[in-house]
């Protein structure tokens, strides 16, 4: 049987996973760059008792050899070998420790942060729980790179089990021009956005679009909100005098104009109002409503 040469090996190693290979000048050794920890992937071809065998070594970027190690079988194809080089090369134990900081910044606020193999596509993203069983996928464009350093910005979603809620925080360089996030790869920018987003509008509405909330339409007539404007209008305020520059007569009726109710309103309650009304646009904006 031809088995395959390892300058031929190096050749598809380059070629179908590309990575650096090299090949030593003895020919029956090469070593990959893992493009994560910068580590090298050492395999050497020969035989172990008896039979064609390629011994695999893990060694530090200064050429220290660590404990993981094995063998594989050496036979004509390449492909076997190849698909060994890109899995580990690619895998969370050789990605998550670029990303250890990122996941301690998220829980360090509260988050269920973790690392998780994308669904949809190879890569990796970092997956945060939600309450309500909606979740974040938080990666540097679609896909988190093999190094930190290789984050240009981050991109987190909300989601739900088939479906994308809203893009909660963008920074990656193409959406930069289009009105994104000008945070670039700042991991703590990004994690205090999320952090707010999660309480300020997860919390609020249970994971929903605020716009699609249930509505108990037993309790939401023009007259109950006539008379929680009453209420508002009696809560302790420091300024009594309706007259002052920014009160306002507001009169709620029926869909028809029937059964109209005025509230004389004062500039300090008309304020808090503004208020709650800036945070509800805000929060559906956020959800992209």
């Not at 508002?232 to 029937?258: C, H, K, N, P, Y």
Request: net charge negative; glycine share 10%; with cysteine.
């Amino acid at each position: 049987m031809n088995l395959v040469s390892m300058p031929q090996l190096c050749v598809a190693i380059r070629t179908h996973a590309r990575l650096e290979a090299q090949l030593t000048e003895s020919g029956n050794q090469l070593a990959v760059t893992l493009p994560s920890s910068l580590d090298k992937l050492v395999l050497t071809s020969g035989l172990t008792t008896g039979r064609p065998r390629i011994f695999w070594q893990l060694r530090s970027f200064l050429g220290t050899a660590k404990e993981e190690c094995g063998y594989l079988d050496w036979s004509g194809e390449s492909i076997p070998l190849v698909q060994f080089v890109i899995d580990y090369a690619y895998s969370s134990r050789q990605v998550a420790p670029q990303y250890e900081h990122i996941i301690d910044a998220l829980r360090g606020r509260g988050l269920d942060a973790q690392l998780t193999v994308a669904e949809v596509g190879k890569g990796f993203q970092i997956r945060v729980d939600l309450p309500d069983g909606t979740f974040l996928l938080i990666g540097a464009g679609e896909f988190l790179p093999p190094r930190r350093e290789q984050v240009e910005g981050w991109r987190v979603s909300h989601n739900a089990p088939d479906t994308q809620i809203a893009v909660v925080y963008d920074s990656v360089p193409e959406s930069r021009v289009k009105g994104g996030s000008l945070g670039g790869g700042n991991p703590d920018l990004m994690a205090d956005s999320v952090t707010r987003y999660v309480t300020g509008v997860v919390a609020r509405y249970g994971g929903r679009h605020p716009l699609g909330s249930p509505v108990q339409q037993d309790s939401t007539t023009p007259g109950t909100v006539a008379w929680l404007l009453e209420e508002l209008v009696s809560l302790r305020r420091r300024q009594a005098d309706l007259g002052t520059a920014g009160s306002a007569l507001i009169t709620i009726a029926e869909w028809d104009g029937s059964a109209p109710k005025s509230v004389e309103v004062p500039a300090e309650v008309m304020n808090r109002i503004s208020g709650l009304l800036l945070s509800e646009v805000t929060a559906c904006q956020a959800y992209g409503g």
